[in-house]
Nanobody, 114 residues
Framework: VQLVESGGGLVQPGGSLRLSCAASGSIFSIDTMGWYRRAPGKEREMVATTTSGGSANYADSVKGRFTISRDNAKKTIDLEMNNLKPEDTAVYYC?????????WGQGTQVTVSS
């Protein structure tokens, strides 16, 4: 499974960005897909995940600001990020899970700064 992210960049506080992730390869039976992030000096953390059935889960720090969406047919997930804060600055990684296997994208940088 290959995951390719796009959409990162520099944005001012209060701004918005949309991240996209496309899965390819042996993508059968992929269940959970989601976004994780790693800020400088911190551990990687879950941002938002979604199952093939449409259930979504968000980190408390992003609830009400971020929205994850999924297209099962296209095997893509997007992360709409609104009202961005400097503490959202991190490398964002796309993740896909199939059984006990986890797959990761190469990451895309999001920087929130004035």
């Amino acid at each position: 499974v290959q995951l390719v992210e796009s959409g990162g960049g520099l944005v001012q506080p209060g701004g918005s960005l949309r991240l996209s992730c496309a899965a390819s390869g042996s993508i059968f039976s992929i269940d959970t897909m989601g976004w994780y992030r790693r800020a400088p000096g911190k551990e990687r953390e879950m941002v938002a995940t979604t199952t093939s059935g449409g259930s979504a889960n968000y980190a408390d720090s992003v609830k009400g600001r971020f929205t994850i969406s999924r297209d099962n047919a296209k095997k893509t997930i997007d992360l709409e990020m609104n009202n961005l804060k400097p503490e959202d600055t991190a490398v964002y990684y796309c993740n896909a899970e199939r059984g006990l296997s986890a797959y990761w994208g190469q990451g895309t940088q999001v920087t929130v700064s004035s």
